[in-house]
């Protein structure tokens, strides 16, 4: 496949989830985002503040996404809900909230559902309407889960499905699962997630179905595919 | 150090965080610790409920632990505070949160500081008055970071500090952290957590000052420590 630079840009989340990440760190993220005309960058929710600013000073279209539930998955829907509506208050538009990942491994389709409606009610219902992605972290499910989770995020009115957190030690996204989530979860978005680092892993994803890659390689990414073309 | 198994089980929070378990893990993992006398299970947030009327329904006063905020600790103070107050609605007394990591990171004592005293709020004041704990993730702090992180949580009004997630890739508890967050957390109380495979580590960690010592190990621990002893 081929795609020039900035169509690949376009499709990047740069991406900081480390605990440990500071505020320059943060800082540094986005003026790289805004730099090489990413999608938006990717953070915690107590950076979601400081980096909307960051970005509305520069005059900048970047987007800030967010993590909900994040990694685990395993928190209450209510408070995913709340953590959702929090994020959006302190400016982000998008949302990817983790799945109850013991119930797609147990395929209880209700709980699933219920936890999926309550964070899109918040993402949707709001002044302004936000997206919401679904990680499954695919790693751990069999196709039967992973095909149960792209129907409960479309029945759930999310926008996207997500293949995986990268931190599960089950790994990250592969071709298969891409490719499944693009036939089970159509028409949502498919956002490829944990383990891209380069330019050729990016492209991969991008011909299997991704719409959106989530990588804290991007930088690299970008420079090796410049490389290729030039 | 010599102590009894059931001096040890006492001390011990039977711990499962993976995401992908299921409600029948979570059942057999209660039954463990009834068996066994432990002091309490470490779950997440959404098996709170169900561990806790397993428990009561045995007439046992195994605690239920959970976590907060886990294990990034990079969620708003409010969600966190909301997290632990919902806990504690399900069944939950013990609130075992993680500090925002980046901030101990950067030594940013009043961001430290205000995360943890609105957990604790949450946690002290209500009807029934919970314990609070708070992880540090000594992994990826200085002594600086980790002296900090102590005099926080002490002034905070939490009643433990914690070592590690054991999820992070820097590592989980050592037996000189333990001492350090003996020495400077004093008079909380210190759970060592992360890494704790073996009676061998379980003992050392108390005696360094550990007062509970979470594991996913326990009963392979309690175990040991027969053989050793008979």
Do not use: W, Y
Request: glycine share 10%; net charge negative; with cysteine.
């Amino acid at each position: 496949m081929t795609m020039s630079a900035d169509q690949l840009a376009r499709a990047i989340e740069h991406t900081l989830l480390r605990p440990e990440a500071t505020n320059e760190a943060i800082d540094a993220l986005c003026d790289e985002a805004i730099a090489h005309g990413f999608h938006g960058v990717c953070i915690n929710p107590i950076h979601v503040r400081r980096a909307a600013n960051r970005i509305e000073a520069a005059g900048s279209s970047v987007k800030v996404v967010t993590v909900v539930g994040f990694p685990l998955g395993a928190t209450l829907p209510a408070n995913k809900a709340d953590e959702a509506r929090r994020a959006m208050d302190e400016g982000a538009t998008e949302i990817d909230m983790v799945a109850n990942i013991g119930a797609l491994v147990a395929l209880d389709r209700p709980t699933v559902r219920q936890d999926i409606e309550a964070v899109a009610r918040a993402v949707h219902g709001g002044a302004v309407s936000g997206l919401l992605k679904v990680i499954l972290e695919t790693g751990v499910l069999t196709d039967e889960g992973k095909i149960l989770g792209c129907r409960c995020s479309a029945e759930g009115e999310a926008d996207f499905v997500k293949t995986s957190t990268g931190t599960h030690a089950a790994g990250g996204a592969t071709v298969q699962d891409v490719a499944l989530l693009r036939k089970h979860g159509s028409p949502l978005g498919v956002k490829a997630a944990g383990g891209i680092r380069t330019a050729s892993d990016a492209l991969t994803m991008i011909e299997a179905g991704a719409t959106r890659i989530g990588t804290s390689g991007g930088v690299k990414i970008l420079r090796e595919l410049a490389d290729v073309v030039s």
